[in-house]
């Protein structure tokens, strides 16, 4: 039984990914500090989940206090999914939250790990490294220009990443994220408190006019991209994005969500928020070409998911039978 890591296990995306690894019959440390960017209860709610398996084992600590060179003996893989997420966050005081969480914390692992024998190191990083691209859809060969200050964060933890492949042969792969949604989603990301205010009949808040546009990633693709970026030996030392495969217009989005729940959406216009790119859109080509990366879940089916998710959450049937709206 192959024991793997995974850092930010209670999170969004290290749940799902735990989960899968643990069907997979593999032996999962998880590591999460539970800090309080979110309200750390449904963190516990994923961690029950997986605290089912009698194969998974939860570390309840900071990264930056532990003793990596311990923890990383045996283990074959690690997944660093944990970070201070959010862009509009990212400003002002937070920083600090930041460059803690993203670039010290990912330096810690990799010091320890350029003296262990692990297999690979997968790294989540995002499509913010690349602000307001220039080339849609945008190739991993593309410069990165983070317009927030989190993007900042995470492209110099991934620069980090390089730098012990090159120089210490850590067996580094990097997956570039975008706009990843689905259950378990962050309640401070766009889907989940759009679902969430439909419920309660309130006016959501968009930023801008509505027509910026987003590559959206369904978290079961996510994984499938984890997965494959642990295994595939011509991955170490690369940099891949993981997209959902087509680019939407947010108003668009709405709409799907409407016909989804059944039930109009009330919106409120706001200003646009500093750090948030216009479009994004992710050329898939190269993980495509090396992980036979290929994104299974459309955004109809996608959202749908998600929506069931929501109302489970919350204890709410709110639409018994969606319906398209006339």
Not at 178 to 192: E, K, N
Not at 221 to 231: E, K, Q, R
Request: proline share 5%.
């Amino acid at each position: 039984m192959a024991t793997q890591i995974v850092t930010g296990a209670a999170g969004f995306i290290g749940s799902h990914l735990a989960e899968a690894l643990l069907e997979q019959g593999n032996r999962v440390i998880g590591i999460d500090q539970f800090n309080d960017y979110y309200d750390p209860s449904l963190k516990r709610k994923n961690i029950a989940l997986l605290q089912q398996y009698p194969s998974f084992r939860l570390i309840n600590a900071d990264i930056q206090f532990l003793d990596w060179q311990a923890l990383l003996i045996d283990v074959e893989v690690v997944y660093h999914q944990a970070a201070q997420a959010g862009v509009r966050a990212s400003w002002g005081q937070g920083f600090r939250s930041y460059t803690e969480r993203n670039i010290n914390a990912t330096q810690i692992i990799l010091e320890a790990a350029k003296e262990s024998s692990l297999k690979r190191f997968v790294f989540a990083s995002t499509s913010s490294v690349y602000g307001n691209a220039e080339t849609l859809p945008t190739p991993e060969t593309l410069c990165p220009q983070p317009v927030s200050p989190y993007g900042i964060t995470k492209l110099a933890a991934e620069r980090l990443c390089w730098l012990y492949q090159q120089n210490f042969g850590v067996p580094v792969t990097a997956l570039r994220y975008f706009t990843v949604y689905g259950p378990r989603q962050r309640p401070d990301m766009a889907f989940h408190k759009f679902f969430r205010a439909a419920t309660a009949e309130e006016p959501i808040s968009i930023y801008g006019d509505g027509q910026q546009t987003r590559d959206f990633t369904f978290i079961s693709d996510i994984v499938a991209a984890n997965l494959a970026a642990a295994t595939v030996p011509e991955a170490v030392g690369e940099v891949f994005n993981i997209g959902g495969g087509s680019r939407v217009v947010l108003a668009k989005v709405l709409d799907k969500m409407e016909e989804i729940i059944g039930h109009p959406i009330h919106k409120k216009y706001v200003e646009k928020a500093r750090g948030d790119a216009r479009h994004t859109g992710a050329d898939v080509s190269k993980a495509r070409k090396i992980l036979r990366y290929d994104p299974q879940v459309s955004l109809e089916e996608g959202l749908s998911q998600e929506w069931e998710w929501i109302q489970s959450l919350y204890g709410i049937s709110f639409f018994h039978t969606p319906r398209k709206l006339a």
